[in-house]
């Protein structure tokens, strides 16, 4: 009778996911989704809805790059030309490179996502119902998704595991694999259903904010401008990025300082 406590495991991780999913559904339907009409996002609150504070501070440094007023060398190194900056978030980057001018991208990185900028424009997204608060963060449609998709994963592993013990004396083992099809059934119609009434998932942007990053990116789609690079910076992260030693510049992020 050892598969019947697989299967009761099956189903507690099931409907668990389940219930945790249903519930980040019904709070974003909670979101006023005619917030923000008339809104036209500027590039760094689209930064923030997509990728978040990360997104924004990965948008500045590649906007002062383009503007050669930062230099990104393909070893990971930022360096200050233009010590001004001309916004807030330019100089939390620039305070975050420090007094020598120089200094690894991860850090700069990590400290101008913290800073008092990121966070004051995304508590203005969050008033203005363009984006989630930080604290439904962790139970979004997004994170939802993500839990079921792990719960499918653990119910295919159990019932593959009932059916390699040895052979029950009460049940065949074609009755055990329906059993366990249930629960495994059960979470892939919660997939089918979210992605069909909620798609996109967003950690970040409510449906409000969804829709205006939609109608950015259809924007986008029809031009071809320095704009339309950050733009694309914005919406989709460095991967948008067209130069090669821009891009290696990132990718050294998570190296050791230097010597």
Sequence with gaps: MFWVLLLLLAWAVAGTAC??????????????????????????????LSGGPARVA?????????????????????????????????????GAIGP???????????????ADAVRSLGEGLV??????????????????????????????????TALLLPAPTDMPRDLVAVWFALPFTL??????????EVHPYSRWASPAGQRLLGTLRRRVNRTVDDHALLTSVAVRGIRAVGEPELRAAFAHRDQPPRE
Excluded: N
């Design 19 to 48: 219930t945790r999913l249903c519930l980040a559904a019904v709070r974003t339907a909670a979101f006023d989704a005619d917030a923000g009409r008339g809104h036209d996002l500027t590039l760094y609150e689209a930064a923030f």
């Design 100 to 114: 020598e001018g120089q200094s690894r991208i991860a850090p700069v990185r990590s400290a101008a996502a913290d």
């Design 187 to 196: 979470t892939l119609s919660c997939l089918g259903i979210a992605r069909f």
């Design 127 to 160: 008033r203005a119902g363009l984006a989630v608060p930080d604290a439904a963060a962790r139970t979004t449609v997004a994170s939802g998704v993500r839990q079921v998709r792990a719960a499918a994963v653990a119910v295919f592993g159990l019932g593959v």
């Design 58 to 94: 990965d948008l500045t440094l590649v906007s002062m790059a383009r503007q050669q007023r930062l230099l990104l060398a393909h070893t990971g190194w930022a360096t200050v030309v233009d010590p001004k900056g001309r916004d807030e978030m330019e100089r939390s980057v620039i």
